[in-house]
T-cell receptor
Framework: GAVVSQHPSRVICKSGTSVKIECRSL??????MFWYRQFPKKSLMLMAT?????????EQGVEKDKFLINHASLTLSTLTVTSAHPEDSSFYIC????????????FGDGTRLSIL | AQSVAQPEDQVNVAEGNPLTVKCTYS??????LFWYVQYPNRGLQFLLK??????LVKGSYGFEAEFNKSQTSFHLKKPSALVSDSALYFC?????????????????FGKGTKLSVKP
């Protein structure tokens, strides 16, 4: 089946640091990638949708200058949390799709971000 | 507003017994329906989907789901639960005929149901 690799799996860093998370589709071309944030015991909250070669579409309430998304190729999207603060600590999950709406999205294993 | 409801926060089942995790949706048209499972500190794994055809869909790890159009439901089932099935289960829906190109084509998730299977 389709595989999405997300790296790193865990990050612990100091407040003020910028953190980059990578999401790669390993065996298919991901025309669209999604970034989610998940709080403890909660469902996934969509942060943004990115299409290869164009600007990401951010959900209401998500700061685009805080969460920078780049989808430079059909196999790679990155999320950079700029000047991270403790309230940015969360579980971030990416997913990817080949573009057909009747196909499932394939999810990465998530990144646990802890800001001290 | 379009939504997906998973009415149970938690479902407790004894190993070997059948399990059902409920899902109903309020989405226009005939949407595509999906179930995902999430183990602790992991991403979501695809279990099964309903696109068209037979109302009973079979998926991974012995799970199946039954689509009921009149009740707009897509309940997840398994005839005999295993302790290893304990996880968080998400029902998700996507409106039909919407390709990706914006968040409108994204999945609409339920809040999740925690399944606990005891020995």
């Amino acid at each position: 089946g389709a595989v999405v690799s997300q790296h790193p799996s865990r990050v612990i860093c100091k407040s003020g640091t910028s953190v980059k998370i990578e999401c790669r589709s390993l065996d298919f071309q991901a025309t669209t990638m999604f970034w989610y944030r998940q709080f403890p015991k909660k469902s996934l909250m969509l942060m943004a949708t990115s299409n290869e070669g164009s600007k990401a579409t951010y959900e209401q309430g998500v700061e685009k200058d805080k969460f920078l998304i780049n989808h430079a190729s059909l196999t790679l999207s990155t999320l950079t949390v700029t000047s991270a603060h403790p309230e940015d600590s969360s579980f971030y999950i990416c997913s990817a799709s080949g573009g057909r709406s009747n196909q499932p999205q394939h999810f990465g294993d998530g990144t646990r971000l802890s800001i001290l | 507003a379009q939504s997906v409801a998973q009415p149970e926060d938690q479902v407790n089942v004894a190993e070997g017994n059948p399990l059902t995790v409920k899902c109903t949706y309020s989405v226009s048209g005939n949407p595509y329906l999906f179930w995902y499972v999430q183990y602790p500190n992991r991403g979501l794994q695809f279990l099964l989907k309903y696109i068209t055809g037979d109302n009973l869909v079979k998926g991974s790890y012995g799970f199946e789901a039954e689509f009921n159009k009149s009740q707009t439901s897509f309940h997840l089932k398994k005839p005999s639960a295993l302790v290893s099935d304990s996880a968080l289960y998400f029902c998700a829906v996507r409106p039909r005929f919407m390709n990706y190109g914006g968040s409108q084509g994204n999945l609409i998730f339920g809040k999740g149901t925690k399944l606990s299977v005891k020995p």
